[in-house]
């Protein structure tokens, strides 16, 4: 069964405005991650967050971490058509030598010029 | 630097035939990951590879699945005989090996059609 939940399912906004995706996991984690795809493309890596940190920044993107209430957000401000994209949270579940990444279903946004 | 790259892009096959999937990762990244998602449902975790030893194999959904990765340089996943299931997206990552966690390195994907 899937670690992650965003929400909303489909986003879509003006260019210029602010989105806002959620994300909710189960377990204890190591760390968040955040990816985007763009259609027919990879897994972009966007920001990792660690289970001891509350937020970061990177650009116009803003994560925050409330690990007390399993869940995350990814703010993207000042959006541009670019940024349409499917946006997924994923948590490192970091076992010993053990690596995945249990990912969430995604947020389609469509960002309108 | 090339990034992770994966063969073929497309696949359609019948089911009960062979498909075998390629992944090259980023040179010098002992990890390799293998992840899928089937239309509709999340993505999900298949295997990971530390140089040439399969490190955690918990997701491969059964053992119609094979993944390879001798030399510790590029991986196959193998699918024998296929079935209607198996039909989604392939991914492929690879990260560098670090004491601590790190982002995995996505390829453009291998989508599966089985008919």
């Known amino acids: 069964s899937q670690q992650g939940e965003e929400d909303p399912q489909a986003l879509s906004i003006q260019e210029g405005e602010n989105a806002t995706m959620n994300c909710s996991y189960k377990t204890s984690i190591n760390n968040l991650q955040w990816y985007r795809q763009n259609s027919g493309r990879g897994l972009v890596h966007l920001i990792l967050i660690r289970s001891n940190e509350r937020e970061k920044h990177s650009g116009r993107l803003r994560v925050t971490l409330d690990t007390s209430k399993k869940s995350s957000s990814l703010l993207i401000t000042a959006s541009r058509a670019a940024d349409t994209a499917s946006y997924f949270c994923?948590?490192?579940?970091?076992?010993?030598?053990?690596?995945?990444?249990?990912w969430g279903l995604g947020t389609s946004l469509a960002v309108n010029p | 630097e090339a990034g992770v790259t994966q063969f073929p892009s497309h696949s359609v096959i019948e089911k009960g035939q062979t498909v075998t999937l390629r992944c090259d990762p980023i040179s010098g990244h002992d990890n390799l990951y293998w992840y899928r998602r089937v239309m509709g449902k999340e993505i999900k975790f298949l295997l990971h590879f530390v140089k040439e030893s399969k490190q955690d194999e918990s997701g491969m959904p059964n053992n119609r699945f094979l993944a390879e990765r001798t030399g510790g340089t590029y991986s196959t996943l193998k699918v024998q005989p296929a079935e209607l299931e198996d039909s989604g997206v392939y991914f492929c990552?690879?990260?560098?090996?670090?004491?601590?966690?790190?982002?995995?390195?996505f390829g453009p994907g291998t989508r599966l059609t089985v008919l």
């Open positions: 990552a690879s990260s560098p090996r670090t004491g601590s966690y790190n982002e995995q390195f």
């Open positions: 994923a948590t490192g579940v970091e076992a010993g030598n053990n690596r995945k990444l249990i």
